[in-house]
């Protein structure tokens, strides 16, 4: 059977550019097209029907020529959570691109529309967003590192540190790349802007001052993306707009945090097909959205091979330790399924360790009336992340209130007591085995 391809939305309002870049797609034996649009209503419309795995727009669509493409992609993302997003645009200046990296989450690419025929760029970029990662175009990348650096004697680790962070490359991933922790390279980074200040002048310290930028707009998204918040679900922050709720008011609920992982994705990904890894995770995306949302459940965020999910929040559910839990079977379940099949094509199985935790959260809508982020805050989310870690494939581990939360009438083996990062004391947890496959 062969491989599915990666689907593609292209958006542009420009017909020569639009089917320009079409037919170049067209050549790519791992890609298709599986929409077009000339404006943002066709755009959040048609991506909407066609679930593509990547849209590629220009920024500026009618009606009124502004930033329609962007924020009719950030449209689809909301619906459709782990949407790669290239954006094509014919401005080289950095201040752009920082700007989209700075919208609070992976899977951005930023290309130039007179070099997206050069070499195999724009298939890079779609490859890239499709798992998650970020791209910007090189000439970009030029006009950040070389006046910042002009005028200082860098050495090679440095310089290479220096391109990786104008590539927009999240901190993690530079660690990864150099073979130490996101701490060291923090550091590494504060001693290289330090050098290049002691030594910018006139335009190289307009560009340090953009490298800067585009480093905090790096360490945000990748703190947002560990953080319990995302944009609301379509229709939900509209719901609380009605009952009353006020952006940047804080209530206290009672609630129960899913947090799910997929167990050695890293070695998996290492010897994958990019194209196919990006199919597998799209699916198992698919199904465990569905999962969540069948129980009731807000998905509160997808960051690489982790789904994050709340129940009891926003809107209060008396059984959401219930809930939590049937959701979390059913994911299970749910990823056997989609592994049977993926086996008849020779396809790794993905297996889930999931933790969850009850207890009391802060939660507040934060943001403006055109971008609200509901936000939680409490011991349970922090300890939620903990659990997940101690979970195997197929496991599911629960926190002493989410047990005691359900009656103990469940079967799960009670663990010895762990000390886990970020507390004190330690922790009591309870484990369900993994059910056996038929």
């Known amino acids: 059977m062969p491989a599915q391809k990666i689907s593609v939305f292209l958006a542009d309002d420009n017909l020569i550019v639009r089917e320009g870049v079409r037919a170049l797609i067209g050549t790519a034996a791992d890609m298709e097209v599986v929409g077009v649009a000339s404006d943002y209503d066709e755009l959040v419309a048609g991506a909407e029907r066609a679930a593509p795995q990547v849209v590629v727009t220009d920024i500026r669509m009618p009606p009124t020529f502004q930033?329609?493409?962007?924020?009719?992609?950030?449209?689809?993302r909301k619906r459709h959570p782990g949407t790669g997003i290239v954006v094509l645009s014919q401005y080289d200046e950095p201040d752009y691109a920082i700007a989209l990296l700075s919208e609070g989450a992976a899977g951005y690419a930023?290309?130039?529309?007179d070099r997206v025929a050069d070499g195999d760029q724009l298939f890079r970029a779609i490859r890239e967003v499709t798992t998650g990662g970020s791209m910007l175009d090189s000439r970009i990348v030029e006009a950040l590192v070389r006046p910042a650096s002009l005028g200082t004697d860098l050495s090679s680790d440095e310089e290479e540190l220096l391109k990786m962070l104008a590539e927009g490359k999240p901190i993690k991933a530079i660690a990864v790349a150099r073979r130490t922790t996101p701490a060291d390279v923090d550091e590494a980074l504060q001693r290289l802007f330090l050098k290049l200040a002691q030594a910018a002048s006139g335009g190289a310290a307009s560009a340090l001052r953009r490298l800067k930028l585009l480093h905090q707009a790096i360490v945000d998204r990748e703190e947002q993306g560990e953080s319990l918040s995302r944009l609301l679900p379509t229709g939900i922050a509209e719901k609380l707009r009605r009952e009353g709720r006020r952006i940047g008011e804080t209530e206290t609920l009672m609630v129960t945090v899913l947090m799910s992982d997929i167990r050695g994705y890293s070695t998996i990904a290492e010897d994958a097909n990019p194209t196919v890894l990006a199919r597998q995770l799209n699916e198992h995306r698919a199904e465990m959205n569905r999962a969540i949302l069948a129980q009731g459940g807000t998905v509160m965020q997808f960051v690489g091979d982790s789904v994050m999910a709340v129940f009891g929040a926003p809107l209060p559910q008396v059984d959401h330790p219930q809930r939590a839990l049937d959701t979390a079977r059913t994911m299970h379940d749910a990823q056997m399924e989609v592994n049977r099949r993926w086996a008849t094509e020779g396809l790794p199985p993905f297996e889930l360790g999931i933790g969850l935790s009850t207890g009391e959260i802060a939660a507040a809508l934060l943001g403006s009336d055109?971008?609200?982020?509901?936000?939680?805050?409490?011991?349970?989310?922090?300890?939620c992340q903990r659990l997940q870690q101690f979970a195997r494939g197929g496991e599911t581990i629960l926190s002493e209130a989410t047990y005691g939360a359900l009656g103990r009438s469940i079967e799960a083996e009670m663990l010895p007591p762990a000390q886990v990062k970020g507390r004190h004391a330690s922790v009591q947890a309870y484990r369900i085995a993994a059910l056996t496959p038929a």
């Open 110 to 113: 930023y290309l130039l529309k």
């Open 370 to 383: 055109e971008r609200l982020e509901y936000s939680l805050v409490g011991d349970s989310v922090n300890l």
């Open 67 to 76: 930033r329609e493409g962007i924020e009719a992609a950030k449209q689809v």
